[in-house]
Each structure stands twice: as structure tokens, then as C-alpha cells.
């Protein structure tokens, strides 16, 4: 317990330490995904006795649900783009922004988004690719199940989390996806477009200038 008691250290020592580990984390953030890649890609999670890359990570890892889903997400688009790896490694790029990203990247323009995406924080990730990839200010509405509907045998509801999202499966793949949780619980803002947010389970739209 004494290595984490660190009131002896000057400041200068401290800060200097913290910056040295944060840059040590990214490197093996980096590692880690270049890692969860190849053992998807192999499958070796199967051996092991998981269907899928998100339950091994989950359950032999112990990582939790998010993390595991971000970090799937994130390695499997930085196999496609290996220079994702490089800009994590240099603090270039965060995982939040690959996962706005990721939508968007293809072959002829990952490069170019890639390299305006550096240094960003996320609103400003999320306000670039309002600018670029503006949608409508139409919002889609997504009812609740009424409780009075049958709940399936055998099925577990996927738990609220604290941050007012919900934990679902995407179909089409086996990392769950984070949908947001009905408008009583939670409303979030986030831009459609340069000139347009969303407030999402308001209803409402209003002119924004970025």
C-alpha cells in the first residue's frame, strides 16, 4: 500500500511521474488492441470456450462490458486502419474518438479524417462530423416496451446503466451497442448538423451555430 502513498513527492516529481505514466498507459493501450485484434481475428477465443471475442474479454479478462465493447470496436477498426495503433501509442488520438469515427472511415478518406480528428476532444470530434456529415434535423423516436408485453423465456434485460444508457445487442455482431435510454430517464444533446442539435428524447430541435 506504501508504493501508492504519495505525499512525499515534490511536485515537480509528481507531475513528472504522471505525465510518464500516461504516456506508458497509451503505449500499452495500444499493445493491448493490437492484441485484441489478432486473438479476434484467430478466434482464439474459442478454444478457451467463449462465443465471441466480447464474452472472452468479459469473462477471462474481467473487463468490464464497456470497456470490452469499446476496446473490440476500437482494435477491430484499427486492423482495418493500422495507423490508428501509431496515434493512440502518441496520445494523437483517444478511443472515444476512433469509436465517432469508426462510422465513417473508409479507405479513400480514413487518412484525411484521421489526421483532422488529432488532439480533439470529443464535443469537437462530434461537432466536426456534424459539419461533415450533417443529418437530418428530423429526430427518430424509439418507444419503450409497453410492460404488459411478454418478456421472452430465458431472457435477461440488459441493465440500465448510471450515465442513463442501456447495454443492447447489436444482431449483426457480438459487442453489444449503447442506446439511449427512454427520455425519462435521461436526455442528451448532441449536434445533427454545423447549424442544428438535438436534444434527444425531447422531441425538439434547435438552431445552433458551432
Not at 465471441?52 to 474479454?57: E, I, L, N, T
Not at 470490452?68 to 493500422?82: L, M, S, T
Not at 478511443?95 to 462510422?103: E, H, K
Amino acid at each position: 500500500m506504501k508504493r501508492y502513498s504519495l505525499s512525499h513527492l515534490s511536485d515537480d516529481s509528481l507531475l513528472r511521474g504522471l505525465a510518464t505514466l500516461v504516456a506508458q498507459d497509451r503505449i500499452t493501450t495500444a499493445d493491448m488492441l493490437a492484441h485484441i485484434a489478432e486473438v479476434d481475428e484467430r478466434r482464439l477465443y474459442a478454444p478457451a470456450g467463449y462465443p465471441s471475442m466480447y464474452a472472452y474479454c468479459v469473462g477471462e479478462l474481467r473487463l468490464s462490458e464497456d470497456a470490452a465493447a469499446r476496446r473490440i470496436q476500437v482494435a477491430r477498426i484499427a486492423r482495418r486502419f493500422p495507423a490508428i495503433f501509431e496515434a493512440i501509442a502518441r496520445g494523437r488520438l483517444h478511443l472515444t474518438a476512433v469509436g465517432l469515427l469508426a462510422p465513417h472511415l473508409v479507405e479513400h478518406t480514413a487518412s484525411e479524417l484521421l489526421s483532422a480528428a488529432e488532439h480533439k476532444s470529443k464535443g469537437e470530434i462530434e461537432r466536426m462530423l456534424a459539419e461533415r456529415f450533417p443529418k437530418s434535423d428530423l429526430l427518430t423516436w424509439v418507444a419503450a416496451m409497453p410492460a404488459s408485453d411478454p418478456v421472452p423465456a430465458g431472457h435477461v434485460p440488459a441493465p440500465a446503466r448510471v450515465d442513463g444508457t442501456q447495454v443492447v445487442e447489436n444482431t449483426g455482431a457480438d459487442v453489444p451497442q449503447l442506446a439511449p435510454a427512454p427520455a425519462e430517464i435521461r436526455a442528451r444533446v448532441a449536434p445533427l448538423s454545423s447549424r442544428s442539435v438535438a436534444r434527444s428524447g425531447s422531441g425538439t430541435s434547435s438552431g445552433a451555430h458551432s
